[in-house]
């Protein structure tokens, strides 16, 4: 079945730091991808997205590239900032997968941004 | 504004009590989720409805129930069957299955006391 992984974490990096958090994926078909962001005791936030092979997704400095070739769509950001401490989740959505359009989610990465 | 409405915040329930978590979206989304997240860890599905009377068991249903009568609301019954059900509960919308992401609410903590 379709799965997503992550790297584990905690990250933690110092305020302006480079960031990239891992994430694989398998699937039957031709997913779309996302990232997620969770601030402590909230819900969960779309951070970015792509459908479709090459697209990158951006959105608050944070990018990520759908490399349908090596099946991966890893977080990045050039300079992160305290403000950017939270859990980041991977997931994805296969129309043609078992999962019955699903979103399969990743286990979730924590950040965290010393000052 | 449009959005996801979970309530209450936080809530607590003696041992063997039944309660129900609010879920309402103005989104006029066809499908809904509930999910559950325990500390550290990612979101298990409990229960999604595609269209309003219809719903599908997620990977943890036992001790959950759920209702679809209305397009907007999706209330979660957390059981005594339920024999952990500490935990954060987060609901979500979509504006159909497929290559669409999904909206969440700002959760309910549950605390069994």
């Known amino acids: 079945g379709d799965s997503v992984t992550q790297m584990e974490g905690p990250v933690t990096l110092s305020e302006e730091a480079f960031l990239t958090i891992n994430c694989t994926y398998t699937a039957t078909g031709y997913p779309s991808l996302f990232w997620y962001v969770q601030y402590p005791g909230e819900g969960l936030q779309l951070l970015l997205k792509?459908?479709?092979a090459d697209d990158k997704g951006s959105n608050k400095g944070f990018e990520a590239t759908y490399r349908k070739e090596t099946t991966s769509f890893h977080l990045e950001k050039g300079s992160v900032q305290v403000s950017d401490s939270a859990v980041y989740f991977c997931a994805l959505s296969d129309p043609e997968g078992d999962s019955n359009y699903q979103l399969i989610w990743g286990a979730g990465t924590k950040l965290i941004i010393k000052p | 504004d449009g959005g996801i409405t979970q309530s209450p915040k936080y809530l607590f329930r003696k041992e063997g009590q039944n309660v129900t978590l609010s879920c309402e979206q103005n989104?006029?989304?066809?499908?809904m989720y509930w999910y559950r997240q325990d500390p550290g860890q990612g979101l298990r599905l409990i229960y999604y409805?595609?269209?309003?009377?219809?719903?599908q068991k997620g990977d943890i249903a036992e001790g959950y129930s759920v209702s679809r009568e209305k397009k907007e609301s999706f209330p979660l019954t957390v059981t005594s069957a339920q024999k952990n059900p500490t935990a954060f509960y987060l609901c979500?919308?979509?504006?159909?299955?497929?290559?669409?992401?999904?909206?969440f609410g700002q959760g309910t903590r549950l605390t069994v006391v």
């Open positions: 409805s595609q269209i309003v009377n219809d719903f």
């Open positions: 979500a919308s979509s504006i159909r299955k497929g290559r669409t992401e999904a909206f």
């Open positions: 989104l006029n989304h066809d499908a």
């Open positions: 792509a459908t479709k």
